[in-house]
């Protein structure tokens, strides 16, 4: 079992900046590709960001592109996501992800482990 702990939420006004960290202890950190999806009340869990275990490749969800910024160190196994320009619309709870599939996975059934989820709420 791999555990992902993230930290970060909170509430902030619109056009604010948020950063969330998502820290993975042990040792396969850098074997991962993550992720970042979000999911507001009543709706579906959906992909907001990814990151390959390098760092080289990166994907982001339309409503989040050049807001949103994914990044990740694996020296200390962590990956952020830095949210800028925030809306009342990225209201939800924000959850990291992690997978070991040799592609950049893009839905929720290409991660295996799940972090427990930060709340980020963005007031107009």
């Known amino acids: 079992q791999v555990l992902l702990v993230e930290s970060g939420g909170g509430l902030v006004q619109a056009g604010g900046s948020l950063r969330l960290s998502c820290a993975v202890p042990?040792?396969?950190?850098?074997?991962?590709?993550m992720g970042w999806f979000r999911q507001a009340p009543g709706k579906e869990r959906d992909i907001v960001a990814a990151i390959s275990w390098s760092g080289l490749s990166t994907y982001y969800a339309d409503s989040v592109k050049d807001r949103f910024t994914i990044s990740r160190d694996n020296a200390k196994n962590t990956v952020y996501l830095q949210m800028n320009s925030l809306k009342p619309e990225d209201t939800a709870v924000y959850y990291c992800a992690a997978s070991s599939r040799v592609y950049l996975p893009k839905y929720l059934d290409g991660y295996d482990y799940w972090g427990q989820g930060t709340q980020v709420t963005v007031s107009s």
């Open positions: 042990g040792r396969t950190f850098s074997t991962y590709s």
